[in-house]
């Protein structure tokens, strides 16, 4: 027999850490954090045209949709309990030029997908993309002039992009192009078109990564980027600054806060929340996407468990949700259960 002080050290043999995971039951019992449908917003690819269907090459499962056909695909995801949509458009190259003049056009295919997508499914979250990338004949995110990345001359571009996406239905503007003050630019124009109550999801804290080489391909940037993102996009390196550039934007007025890509900076995700308790989020991006899809199609790993692993540690790292390629499919087997 054991004394009293011996059983208080809490130790080994006393302390057996594995008896909480001796049966389902129980591993279920003490979970820490979960996932659920509802964490989910899935971003989608929409291309001009009609019954279109194109395959990403470098992104295995993915498809650009037109219009029609994404109004299909979301009626299954909402049936899945997807709360939100995020909406990214293919544009026709002939229609890209050096002052992105087609991300303002009311009658541009995001603001037709979008105000389509609500009218089909009113229930559900759209999220547009703020950023001059698509439209910008240099593939860069903001206005270009001799190689430099304009600041403040952006800011008014974003600023109407906000408000013609806005118009047309779109719920939460996600302003991805890193532009310094373009949150709180964006909040006034929005109040002053009357848009008070559309939402701000800021790409916050947004590095300057390699992991998003396959959306560039899915909507037609990849061709057109001049150079890199390096003087807007965020060093790898660095974690304070990321605070730093999250505490702007919640002052510039912010309602969720976004980190990306995900998985390589789950670090920075941990301490966004820790710091600000904001509705955080994670961006699950295209080249974690490849990677993972690379792997199981070889058999090199099990498809389903990593697919759920990989967005259940977005929710124990802190995020409060997770823009993924993936939603669809781990829906499906969040129900299947
Ligand atoms: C555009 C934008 C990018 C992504 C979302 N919005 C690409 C970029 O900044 O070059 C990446 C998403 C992904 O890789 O899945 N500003």
Redesign the pocket.
């Known amino acids: 027999m054991t004394n009293s002080r011996e059983v208080a050290r809490g130790a080994y043999p006393e302390t057996r850490l594995r008896r909480n995971r001796r049966a389902e039951w129980t591993r279920r019992l003490v979970a820490e954090t979960s996932l659920s449908a509802d964490d989910l917003i899935w971003?989608v690819f929409v291309v001009d045209g009609d019954g279109r269907r194109e395959p990403v090459a470098s992104m295995p499962g993915v498809d650009r949709l037109s219009i029609d056909v994404l109004i299909d695909e979301v009626g299954k995801a909402v049936d899945l309990g997807i709360p939100a949509v995020a909406v990214?458009p293919y544009i026709d190259p002939a229609l890209k030029t050096p002052d992105a003049r087609e991300a303002v056009n009311p009658e541009n295919l995001v603001c037709r997908a979008v105000s389509q997508l609500k009218a089909a499914h009113p229930g559900t979250g759209i999220v547009c993309?703020v950023?001059?990338?698509?439209f910008n004949s240099d593939?860069h995110?903001g206005l270009v002039r001799d190689g430099a990345i304009l600041n403040d001359e952006t800011l008014d571009v974003l600023c109407e992009q906000a408000v013609v996406q806005a118009a047309a239905g779109c719920d939460i503007i996600?302003p991805?192009?890193?532009m310094d003050g373009r949150i709180g630019a964006i909040r006034y124009a929005l109040d002053g078109a009357g848009h008070e109550d559309v939402l701000i999801m800021s790409?916050a804290a947004?590095y300057?990564?390699a992991?998003?080489?396959?959306?560039?391909d899915?909507?037609g940037?990849s061709g057109a980027?001049k150079g890199d993102?390096k003087t807007y996009?965020m060093n790898p390196a660095n974690s304070d600054e990321a605070l730093r550039e999250v505490a702007m934007d919640i002052d510039e007025g912010a309602d969720m806060v976004m980190v990306?890509?995900g998985l390589p900076y789950l670090d920075i995700i941990r301490r966004v929340k820790d710091a600000f308790g904001m509705p955080t989020f994670a961006?699950?991006?295209?080249?974690?996407?490849a990677m993972l899809k690379a792997a199981t199609t070889q058999g090199w790993l099990d498809n389903d468990t990593a697919v759920l692993e990989t967005l259940l540690a977005f929710k124990r790292a802190g995020a409060d949700g997770v823009?993924t390629?993936l939603a669809t499919e781990a829906a499906t087997l969040l129900k299947r259960g």
């Open positions: 971003p990214f993309d950023a001059l990338d698509p593939g995110d996600a991805s192009d890193m790409y947004k300057a990564s992991f998003y080489g396959p959306f560039r899915a909507v940037s980027l993102k996009q990306k890509p961006y699950n991006v295209s080249g974690e996407y823009l390629y």
